[in-house]
Nanobody, 127 residues
Framework: VQLQAFGGGLVQAGGSLRLSCAASGLSFDDYAVAWFRQAPGKEREGVSCTRSYDGSINYADSVKGRFTISSDNAQNIVYLQMNGLKPEDTAVYYC?????????????????????WGQGTQVTVSS
């Protein structure tokens, strides 16, 4: 299983970026896929997750209304559209996948729940 996250960059506050998570060796039809982020000196935190086979989606409170997760199962890619970016969104963003994770209410945003991880992509938001 390999996951690859890309699409990060430098953007001004209020701007937008779209991250992509591409997978090989698994089908997103069968997995929960999540985005996490980690800022320097801080713990890794869950941003959003999705499960295609039941359509469930979950967001951290800090990104609700600004970020949108979506999936293209034909291409095996999960996107994270990030609008209204703030300096506090600056972090390395990772995607992760796991077959058995639920993705609703209080579930799906814990890093320890996910077995497969991609490398990170840096997102920097300037003020």
């Amino acid at each position: 299983v390999q996951l690859q996250a890309f699409g990060g960059g430098l953007v001004q506050a209020g701007g937008s970026l779209r991250l992509s998570c591409a997978a090989s060796g698994l089908s997103f039809d069968d997995y929960a896929v999540a985005w996490f982020r980690q800022a320097p000196g801080k713990e890794r935190e869950g941003v959003s997750c999705t499960r295609s086979y039941d359509g469930s989606i979950n967001y951290a409170d800090s990104v609700k209304g600004r970020f949108t997760i979506s999936s293209d199962n034909a291409q095996n890619i999960v996107y994270l559209q990030m609008n209204g970016l703030k300096p506090e969104d600056t972090a390395v963003y990772y995607c992760a996948a796991d077959r058995s994770v639920l993705c609703w209410d209080a579930y799906g945003l814990g890093p320890s729940d996910y077995a497969s991880w991609g490398q990170g992509t840096q997102v920097t938001v300037s003020s």
